[in-house]
DNA sequence: GCCAACGTTGGC
DNA sequence: GCCAACGTTGGC
């Protein structure tokens, strides 16, 4: 199993929208690299839920329920969506600038790679970041 | 609201 | 195929 990380700006889509949806179309990704990411996404991997801009955390937690197909806002067969459902919403989200002080962090393509998208994430990091949502 | 970083587009 | 111009993202 493989594990991600999307980001979403809370303005277009928040994570208190995917707790209502309880799950929903992940798409509108127009970059070469988050889609690629995407399209390696299989059912069951877990994708934490980044919030940019405004609280700048990692706010829950989702499964992938559906692998990438082509991107349903589209007729542009370039690009792909998959299908998330709501796992978790963390009590404590930790924010960017716990994210960049945390030892074993600190290659995370979150900084390193500030404007993608959609991201692999390492079991190691994972672990990481669970237990600062603890 | 500003601006740096970076991806994309299009002219040559 | 290079690179300047432009648009967008996202942290501050």
């Known amino acids: 199993m493989a594990y991600w990380l999307v980001k979403s700006d809370p303005d277009s889509y928040s994570i208190s929208d995917l707790q209502k949806d309880i799950s929903t179309v992940w798409d509108g990704v127009r970059n070469y690299q988050a889609r690629n990411n995407m399209n390696k996404m299989k059912k069951g991997d877990l994708v934490l839920v980044y919030h940019s801009n405004k609280e700048k955390a990692i706010m ?12 349903p806002t589209t007729d542009d067969e370039r690009w792909t969506a998959v ?21 074993g962090l600190e290659d995370i393509a979150l900084i390193k790679q500030s404007r993608l998208s959609v991201m692999p994430i390492t079991k190691k990091e994972y672990d990481i970041i669970m237990k600062l949502t603890k």
């Open 60 to 71: 829950g937690l989702a499964k992938v329920i559906k692998e990438a197909r082509q991107d």
């Open 83 to 103: 299908d998330l459902k709501l796992e978790k919403v963390f009590n404590k989200q930790p924010d960017l600038a716990l994210i960049k002080k945390t030892k």
